[in-house]
């Protein structure tokens, strides 16, 4: 969750999508140019990088998968499939980094920019993908975790406009769906007073966020991946957000049967649990 205190206002922005091993098209391989046997050679390294690296992040060991990854990219910069694994696997290893080491926010900042870096390049590879667009919302939503109050601010409406776009690429991808709920939310439960602070310190207007939007797009979210724990568990904060508390009991008690797919399933279906119990009596 991005949020960050100024005075006694805290200005909240929006839930990236950190762990999910989202699907992206595979990329054409290299053409063997000339009929090159080099290039000819290239292309069949390259898919089998492409392998090793998925074979690691199923793994859940993405430092193993960017470095095979990154041995793509030396070959073939605008290597897309590469470049967007790249975005997610660094934005893995921001995740993974604990709290509890005294730079966790530094090192977590570098891991951000760096899978921004690489989602901005994939992009150039490939504007016309959802999921450039979509993993530079998620890095940049990510980046505003830990960021002062005024980069939060200043990236709102690009993490927006980042995932409208991915969307308008492809109305069925269902992670970006996801992010752009939880944005709703977030940006909905900004207070007026915090909005006219923002304004006035940093010069910069917040965009509107609808409670009614997150809805609608968790449940697409949801709807297009049904098996994704993460999207029930927050269209259940939803819920609990509008103090709609039977539906948020129904939303999370449909977790429990669901299957562990990505590295951090296991402690979303712990939380589910804990607010379960929060909002049993309600």
């Known amino acids: 969750m991005l949020a960050q205190s100024f005075g006694s206002w805290t200005l909240i922005i929006i839930l990236a999508s950190p762990g999910w091993a989202a699907q992206v098209e595979e990329a054409a391989p290299p053409d063997a140019k000339g009929g090159c046997p080099q290039c000819r050679n290239d292309s069949v390294e390259i898919a089998q990088l492409h392998k090793n690296a ?23 910069a605008q290597n897309f499939e590469a470049l967007i694994k790249l975005s997610r696997a660094y934005i893995d ?25 690489y989602a901005r390049r994939a992009i150039k590879a490939n504007p016309n993908s959802t999921w450039g667009y979509f993993y530079l919302g998620a890095s940049l939503g990510l980046t505003a975790v830990v960021s002062p109050v ?32 939880v944005w709703h939310r977030k940006i909905s439960e900004i207070g007026k007073m915090s909005r006219v602070f923002a304004s006035v310190l940093y010069g910069r207007s917040l965009p509107q966020g609808s409670m009614e939007k997150s809805v609608e797009y968790l449940k697409k979210a949801i709807a297009l991946n049904p098996t994704v724990i993460t999207s029930r568990l927050e269209l259940a904060n939803t819920y609990m957000a509008m103090e709609d508390f039977q539906a948020a009991r129904t939303m999370l008690s449909s977790i429990r049967n669901l299957p562990i797919q990505f590295s951090d399933d296991a402690k979303h279906k712990q939380k589910a649990e804990e607010l379960l ?3 049993a009596s309600r």
Do not use: C
């Open 54 to 76: 998925d074979r690691l992040y199923a793994q859940f060991k993405p430092k193993e998968a960017a470095n095979e990854l990154l041995k793509i990219v030396r070959m073939d």
């Open 93 to 117: 290893l921001g995740d993974m980094i604990p709290e509890s080491i005294s730079d966790w926010k530094e090192r977590r900042l570098k891991d951000y920019q760096t899978a921004e870096d």
């Open 150 to 181: 005024a980069r939060q601010v200043e990236l709102a409406e690009e993490i927006r406009a980042a995932l409208e776009k991915s969307l308008a690429l492809d109305p069925n991808n269902g992670f970006a769906y996801h992010a752009y709920g």
């Open 277 to 279: 119990e929060e909002v």
